[in-house]
């Protein structure tokens, strides 16, 4: 039973390009959860996906940045022109419902560096 | 106003001992979930344990058991009798809410070393 797989686990871009991040969420999961980890400290709320919509993105930044989870196929998260301070670990979770008791669980997450 | 609050940026456990990890949270909601995650120095985030609000019993999972002081805001995580492999970071994180917002809210860890 595979977990959350996310590609690549590791992104180098420079500064003004594009950055894709793919997350395939674990067997039974339609929630899908980005999160960002800067440097030695904990992880920040991007954005909460389901199938083909995007129920809460209050932790994504108003510009450069888009999410989709579409009905086949992974979920993207999208930086486009991208900038020294997107340098950090972006993680995908997924869960199988929302509501008491719900575990998210985590991919390996994707190093992104912007030279 | 920090929601997550873990006071011990490192901690250093001889083999073999049992270690107490600190979380303290804030919140107004009288639903909400605590969850603790590891994360060894590959990078990956792995559940450990959870405890819901209205848990009566403190939640246990193998060698990880969750100390719950509901009055105190209180979550901390006792890992007993410690490996090698247990060194990693350790975030405490919240879920405030049940059927609302389902964004979990993380401390800034806490780096626990075993220590041989």
């Known amino acids: 039973n595979a977990g959350v797989m996310q590609n690549p686990r590791h992104l180098v871009r420079r500064r003004g390009q594009e950055a894709r991040l793919r997350c395939s969420p674990m067997k039974g999961h339609s929630h899908v959860y980005w999160y960002r980890q800067l440097p030695e400290e904990g992880l920040k709320f991007m954005v909460y996906l389901q199938k083909e919509n995007i129920i809460d993105e209050s932790g994504m930044p108003k510009e450069r940045f888009s999410a989709e989870f579409p009905k086949e196929g992974p979920s993207i998260l999208r930086i486009q022109q991208v900038v020294r301070g997107d340098s950090a670990a972006y993680f995908c979770a997924s869960s199988p419902y929302r509501g008491s008791k719900n575990i998210q669980y985590f991919g390996a997450g994707t190093r992104l560096s912007v030279l | 106003a920090q929601k997550i609050t873990q006071t011990q940026p490192g901690m250093f456990v001889q083999e073999k001992e049992a270690v107490t990890l600190d979380c303290t949270y804030d919140?107004?909601?009288?639903?909400?979930?605590l969850f603790w995650y590891k994360q060894p120095s590959s990078g990956e985030m792995i559940f450990l344990i959870y405890?819901?609000?209205?848990?009566?019993q403190n939640a246990t999972e193998g060698r990880y058991s969750l100390n719950f002081q509901k009055a105190r805001k209180s979550a901390n995580l006792v890992i007993s009798a410690s490996q090698l492999g247990d060194s990693a970071m350790y975030f405490c994180?919240?879920?405030?809410?049940?059927?609302?917002?389902?964004?979990?809210?993380f401390g800034q860890g806490t780096r626990l070393t075993i220590n041989p």
């Open positions: 405890q819901g609000s209205y848990d009566e």
């Open positions: 919140t107004s909601d009288q639903s909400y979930g």
């Open positions: 994180a919240m879920r405030e809410g049940i059927q609302g917002a389902q964004k979990l809210v």
